[in-house]
């Protein structure tokens, strides 16, 4: 069975940093692009980032709201993906949720974790 | 960025009813396309990729359609458990971006 398992989140405050985790099961990840998608608390969903896989030099992509702030990574050997959150802003409050890509050609997300709440604020 | 736009924002239906929901993207993405289901604090559901195929285990109620810039997910027949918001998503170019969401409520 797939799954995915977020961790590191909390209360931070303006400008502070946060790294949160995800621990990936059931399948192989190596194998698999990545994602990173958020969703502010009562609005819709956030594209964050993507990074890809070893035979693709791990690149990544950013949204612009989130470029040069956060930084994705991934360790194949732990089967686990990251994300480093520094700058944060009062506007980065959300649940921050790791997402498989079904493929390498298009990117949708068949799996989903159950999210980690990251709340900025002083 | 390709802007997704979805209508309406939400719809009142009953058990039985047929729902469409349309989502119109600013610029051509051919058949980019994804729709979710999400419950209330819960993640995110794929539905159907590529406009208009079944990701495995979706019911056939749930139907998608379109290419280039509008698409439709239609329900042919709302069952209690799909009372729930749903959202578009381009696969077409970065960054990738989903519509504002509908949710279907009980009426």
């Known amino acids: 069975e797939v799954q995915l398992v977020e961790s590191g989140g909390g209360l931070v405050q303006p400008g502070g940093s946060l790294r949160l985790s995800c621990a990936a099961s059931?399948?192989?990840?190596?194998?698999?692009?990545m994602d990173w998608v958020r969703q502010a608390p009562g609005k819709g969903l956030e594209w964050v980032g993507r990074?890809?896989?070893?035979?693709?030099?791990?690149?990544?992509e950013y949204a612009a709201s989130v470029k040069g702030r956060f930084t994705i990574s991934r360790d194949d050997s732990r089967n686990s993906l990251y994300l480093q959150m520094n700058s944060l802003k009062t506007e980065d409050t959300a649940v921050y949720y790791c997402a498989r890509d079904l493929t390498e050609s298009a990117a949708y997300f068949d799996y989903w974790g159950q999210g980690t709440l990251v709340t900025v604020s002083s | 960025d390709i802007q997704m736009t979805q209508s309406p924002s939400s719809v009142s239906a009953s058990v039985g009813d047929r729902v469409t929901i349309t989502c119109r993207a600013s610029?051509?993405?051919?058949?980019?396309l994804a729709w979710y289901q999400q419950k209330p604090r819960k993640a995110p559901k794929l539905l159907i990729y590529d406009a208009s195929s079944f990701q495995s285990g979706v019911p056939s109620r749930f139907s998608g359609s379109g290419s280039g810039t509008d698409f439709t997910l239609t329900i042919s027949s709302l069952q209690p458990e799909d009372f729930a918001t749903y959202y578009c998503q381009q696969a077409k170019s970065f960054p990738l971006t989903f519509g504002g969401g509908t949710k279907v409520e009980i009426k």
């Open positions: 059931g399948f192989t990840f190596s194998d698999h692009y």
């Open positions: 990074i890809r896989k070893k035979a693709n030099s791990y690149t990544t």
């Open positions: 610029q051509g993405i051919s058949s980019g």
